[in-house]
């Protein structure tokens, strides 16, 4: 676990919302894993000089661990979370098992950069994630999305997050991104596959892809108390209940299944220009539309575009 260069953007992004770093805690020590030039380009983005030998500290030189980054921040406590204090963490828990009264509400913030894909009792890890921040706290999520296959136990979709971090669970979302890790790329703004009343999904960069989530506790209330439910599916089971014979998720499986057929007649008939189109078809397919993901480039002004997309 770990913050690179597109995780200083997330946090950079996320003090420029007006997010509260002063009780931090990390899921994990987290070690920084960025160069000092990176550090600066980022600082710069978001219209904050860094000082001599602050580019340094927040890469990493001496210390290889955060604190420098969230003090600059604004944290002035910082606690971390862990199965054990090997690294020095100060709540020594097992994500695995519920969470203890006695840590519910303490932090401003809680930022995984990267737990979350590694502990098999994954609901019940962020159920307590959710329970670590006040009411008006903030949690953020730095978990795989696609192309890191065996690097934890599972990669997560939007839908597990707008599904999870909802009113119902006492929290709204205020930002959530795919971001190709290790890079300074712009990002995609996802939007709620449930107000798309569609599947939102993507088939794009050939390097790890991060979804980062921002989410901010509403409520006080127990997270899961009725399981989620896909939104897609939800929107079929209202059609069928009123009537609709009017099938979303199979109609999408349909043209999936045509674009696959086509490409498949196209290699027998002619490996060349037909292929070719036949490919680009079904990547296209596979896209969904400009309303659904929406570039997003991290610096100075950018916390206005995401607010407006997320209120």
């Keep these: 676990m770990g913050i690179e260069i597109q995780s200083i953007r997330l946090l950079l992004l996320a003090r420029e919302l007006g997010i509260d770093f002063a009780d931090t805690l990390t899921i994990g020590r987290q070690n920084m894993m960025v160069r000092e030039d990176q550090v600066a380009s980022a ?89 670590l921040p006040r009411v008006g706290g903030h949690l953020i999520v730095s978990v795989p999305s696609n192309n890191e296959m065996g690097h934890g136990f599972y990669q997560f979709s939007p839908e597990f997050f707008f599904r999870t971090l909802s009113p119902e669970n006492g929290y709204a979302i205020r930002g959530l991104f795919l971001a190709p890790v290790f890079t300074e790329r712009s990002w995609l703004m996802v939007r709620d596959p449930e107000r798309m009343r569609r599947r939102v999904g993507y088939n794009g960069w050939r390097m790890p892809t991060y979804i980062f989530v921002i989410a901010e506790r509403l409520t006080n209330v127990t997270p899961f108390t009725r399981p989620p439910q896909q939104s897609d599916y939800a929107v079929e089971w209202e059609s069928a209940a009123n009537g609709d014979t009017d099938k979303p998720i199979a109609n999408a499986a349909r043209v999936h299944s045509l674009a696959s057929l086509a490409g498949t007649r196209a290699r027998a008939v002619t490996p060349g220009l037909v292929l070719d189109v036949a490919r680009q078809v079904r990547e296209r397919l596979k896209r969904p539309d ?22």
Excluded: W
């Design 43 to 131: 600082f710069a983005d978001f219209d904050t000089p860094l000082g001599h030998g602050e580019c340094g500290a927040i890469a990493g030189v001496p210390d290889p661990f955060s604190t420098a980054i969230f003090t600059k921040l604004g944290a002035r406590r910082i606690a971390a979370m862990d199965i054990s204090d090997y690294e020095g963490a100060s709540v020594i828990h097992d994500l695995n098992a519920p969470l203890a009264e006695e840590h519910q509400g303490r932090f401003s913030l809680v930022f995984d950069g990267g737990t979350l894909e590694h502990v098999f009792n994954c609901p019940t890890a962020l159920a307590s994630y959710m329970k």
């Design 290 to 311: 400009a309303e659904s993901l929406t570039p997003l480039n991290p610096r100075a002004g950018s916390a206005a575009q995401v607010a407006a997309a997320y209120r």
